[in-house]
C-alpha cells in the first residue's frame, strides 16, 4: 500500500514539476525560457506523458507558439524540438492532428525564413516532417 502511495507522490511531484516548465514558458526571460524548453524535451522524451498533456495540449500549443514567434535561434530549435515531442506524445489522433494544424504555418515560416538560424529552421524542419508523418490528416 505504502509503495503505491509513494509511486503516486512521486508522480504528482513530477506533474507539478511539468506545470511549472509549463508556465515558465510565458516568462519573460529567454534564459527562463530555454531551460524550461529543455525540461520539457527531457521529460517528454523519457516517459509517456499523453494522460496528462491531453487536458494542457492548448496551453502548452499556445506556449510553443509564442516561444517560436518571439524567440531566437536556441530557443526557437527547442521549442521546435518539444512541438515534436508533444506531437508524438498525441499521436495520431485528432488532438495530435489539433496541434500540427495550428503550429504548421508558423513552422513553414521559420522553415522559409533566411533570417532564422540554421538550428531554428532544422528544428522546425524536423518538427514539420515528423508532425505530419504522425498527426497529419490530410494527406497532402
Known sequence: ??????????????????????????????KTRQVALQSLRLAFS???????????RLMLTDSLEKCLKKGKGEEQALAGTVLTLLCLQMGSGPEGEEVFRSLKPLLVSILTDSTASPSARQSCATALGMCCYIAAADLE
Open 1 to 30: 500500500g505504502s509503495e503505491a502511495a509513494g509511486e503516486q507522490g512521486q508522480e504528482e511531484e513530477a506533474e507539478d514539476r511539468l506545470k511549472e516548465h509549463m508556465d515558465s514558458l510565458l516568462d519573460k526571460s529567454a
Open 46 to 56: 523519457s516517459k509517456t506523458l499523453s494522460e496528462f498533456l491531453l487536458e494542457r
